[in-house]
């Protein structure tokens, strides 16, 4: 037996035997994306290239859950796992049919899922930030952690490989990301933009990370050696990527080497095991004048070959090899994208129009552009659904009642050139809201405005907002509708924080809730279900009044920074009842909260948990430490207990040293923030608790 297929050795070694078998052309041609075939090895023709941010993504057809902002808006690290493993199974299921059985190893067919995206969402102008957790560094590792253990498997053999992604400090504007130095303080880094990467690497053992495209304070960050050396003390062990053509970018656009041959050496040479582009293609090239030398191209390719070995490529068999392919959009998985769409709908404003009544409520307008959408629902990074349900579908599915739709406006198109068109749209929808007892008013935007620079339509910010409102058609019909002074229950569908500039009597933030997300909003609407998400973003007044796009400094940006600003806080989200916190000690067992249910109704909350440290290298405000959902009954008394990881109680300096500083701290316990606009909002108060460590 082949030393490589042996399962008794480790995968670094039997790694090092496959490898040492391959001429250095032969390694080179490993460290594409596109990985080369070597027949007399019997090494298949593999393509790493794969996604799963919210389901398989771009393969054909798969469930589709909501965006990952959405399912960031949960607060449930457990069914985010579920989530992760149900897109693992999937891919299996279509790997042992597509890759194995028919030959087929073009892109999107592989095991290594470059998912999920752990950057900081700094600004909400940036297109892509609802492709990540949010913008807290806690909520974010914990939901990543969940993301990678469900990709990853408890296994020997890896389910299929996550990448965490984009390493680091990348965030935006994407019109200029491929030139652009994202100039970071060290105290940022350590206490903002690498803690979630670090978790992911020490905690979840992920097995891919990935670098983005811009520079890191004048370096590359797929060449840039402070990352590798945070990466070498965190014990990574995977394999490193560059982001898509990013190497390429070297001599193109950060003119930091003058041809491909020296950016591919330098990126090599640097860490960067394998290539997401065609710079590789060089390398032997490169090796021929000297640029680099044969061993690094070992390691790179020891680096990925043992990631295939880990993944069960070699073996005779694997615990996955029995996956039927009926898996794919099943029922069973079509109903945790349901419960996932439901959970992460986040209900903002409720003067008591919600729930409606089927008894009461005779006839619905259901108007707006996203109202019959199927991209309102998708997001970006993918897969083909094999149903959807709309919005205005979801409420036809549940409502015996008359509805009447219009779609009102385009989503962005109408503009003045187009008056005639654009007024008759608008007056078909005031007619139908004239003749109805409350309307459904589905505004917002889709992944052809907000999302990737060239992976998008958006023609004006190659896929960032320039601000924080609704395009001008949607915001006249917006005001057009209000005006007629029916109830109006405000449906918006976005990766990112909008302002309406009108005054509804109910405010729903769906996100992009999935191939489910009709069945789930007509749930929430008629009372079926209740609205439990959470923001996992602060939603701004006015984009004009934060810092710079381009600026990376953490002041005044995210709830743990800002000052003013703030329209609906970070953690905020209404549901239908209301749960009090009673009770805030601390015990053997843990911090715990105490959670009575005072109504008639059960009700089911986030009970979050911050903390606030007064010394100077602290955070200006308070940080979450956490969360858990929480179910309670009518009349019942339910006690929360969280553990506190130790990092909580750290602070960093400004030469990003992090450490214990004090010994005095302030715990807050409650459904949202603890601060005044939080409480306001939601009707509650937190609960404090202070303590002092030894």
């Not at 008894?359 to 309102?376: H, Y």
């Not at 409420?395 to 009447?404: A, E, V």
């Not at 052809?448 to 601000?467: C, I, L, Q, R």
């Not at 929360?640 to 960093?652: E, G, H, L, N, S």
Request: aromatic share 8%.
């Amino acid at each position: 037996m082949k030393r490589y297929k042996n399962p008794l050795l480790t995968p670094q070694e039997r790694a090092e035997a496959l490898v040492d078998e391959m001429t250095v052309e032969e390694q080179i041609g490993q460290l594409k994306y596109d990985a080369e075939p070597i027949e007399r090895l019997g090494i298949p023709a593999y393509n790493w290239w794969n996604e799963g941010l919210h389901g398989l993504a771009r393969s054909g057809t798969a469930t589709v859950f909501p965006q990952a902002i959405g399912l960031a808006a949960m607060f449930d690290t457990a069914l985010v796992q579920q989530c992760a493993d149900i897109t693992a199974t999937e891919a299996r299921a279509k790997s042992g049919e597509i890759a194995k059985k028919h030959g087929d190893h073009d892109i999107y067919k592989g095991l290594t899922i470059w998912s999920p995206n752990i950057n900081i969402f700094r600004d909400p102008r940036w297109g892509r930030g609802h492709e990540t957790y949010g913008e807290d560094p806690f909520l974010t590792a914990e939901l990543g952690k969940a993301f990678v253990r469900g990709l990853q498997g408890d296994k020997r053999t890896l389910k299929t490989a996550a990448c965490a992604k984009h390493f680091a400090a990348h965030s935006g504007p994407e019109a200029i990301r491929h030139g652009f130095d994202a100039v970071v303080s060290p105290k940022d880094l350590e206490e903002t933009y690498l803690p979630a990467f670090e978790a992911l690497v020490t905690e979840a053992h992920v097995e891919g990370v990935m670098g983005a495209y811009n520079r890191l304070n004048g370096v590359p960050t797929c060449a840039n050696p402070m990352l590798q050396e945070k990466l070498q003390a965190w014990e990574f062990d995977g394999y490193f990527v560059s982001d898509c053509w990013a190497i390429q970018d070297f001599h193109q656009f950060h003119h930091v080497t003058t041809r491909p041959e020296e950016s591919a050496a330098l990126a090599i040479q640097s860490g960067c095991d394998l290539n997401c582009g065609c710079t590789y293609q060089r390398l032997l090239n490169a090796l021929k004048e000297g640029l680099l030398d044969k061993e690094s191209v070992r390691r790179a390719c020891v680096h990925v070959m043992r990631t295939r070995i880990r993944l069960g490529m070699f073996d005779p068999d694997t615990p996955y090899d029995n996956i039927p392919y009926e898996v794919v959009a099943s029922p069973a998985h079509k109903a945790v994208s349901l419960a996932c769409a439901e959970k992460s709908m986040v209900l903002l404003r409720n003067n008591g129009v919600l729930p409606l009544s089927r008894d009461s409520v005779q006839t619905i307008a259901v108007i707006g552009p996203n109202s019959d959408s199927r991209l309102a629902l998708e997001g970006n990074y993918c897969g083909t659904a094999d149903r959807y349900v709309t919005f205005l579908e979801g409420i036809q599915n549940t409502f015996p009642g008359r509805i009447l739709y219009a779609q009102g406006c385009h989503l962005y198109r109408d503009r003045v050139s187009n008056l005639a068109q654009a007024g008759d749209r608008y007056a078909e929808a005031i007619t139908a809201v004239e003749h109805a007892d409350v309307v459904i008013l589905c505004l917002g935007l889709d992944a052809t405005m907000e999302g990737e620079e060239g992976d998008t339509g958006n023609e004006f910010s190659s896929g960032d907002k320039t601000d924080l409102r609704l395009p001008e058609p949607q915001r006249i019909l917006l005001e057009k509708i209000v005006h007629i002074g029916k109830p109006v229950v405000a449906v918006v569908a976005a990766g990112s924080a909008i302002s309406l500039e009108q005054q509804v009597d109910a405010h729903l933030h769906v996100w992009y809730p999935g191939e489910q997300g009709g069945t789930a909003l007509a749930k929430i609407l008629f009372g079926d279900t209740a609205p439990t998400g959470k923001l996992p973003v602060t939603f701004y007044e006015d984009a004009e009044k934060l810092p710079a796009f381009t600026d990376y400094s953490m002041k005044n940006r995210t709830y743990r920074y800002v000052k003013d600003n703030v329209a609906y806080p970070f953690g905020f989200g209404l549901t239908y009842g209301r749960l009090h916190c009673t009770k805030f000690t601390s015990t053997a067992e843990g911090y715990c909260v105490q959670v009575e249910n005072h109504g008639m109704q059960t009700v089911t909350d986030v009970v979050q948990l911050y903390i606030k440290d007064d010394c100077p290298e602290a955070v200006p405000n308070h940080s979450l430490c956490g969360f858990q959902r929480v179910t309670v009954s009518p009349g019942e008394t339910v006690t929360c207990t969280f553990q506190i990881p130790p990092r909580a109680f750290t602070a960093v300096d400004d030469e990003g040293n992090r450490k214990c500083f004090d010994s005095h701290f302030t715990l807050f316990a409650g459904t949202c923030q603890p601060d005044a606009l939080s409480e306001r909002l939601s009707g509650t108060k937190c609960l404090s608790l202070s303590i002092s460590m030894t």
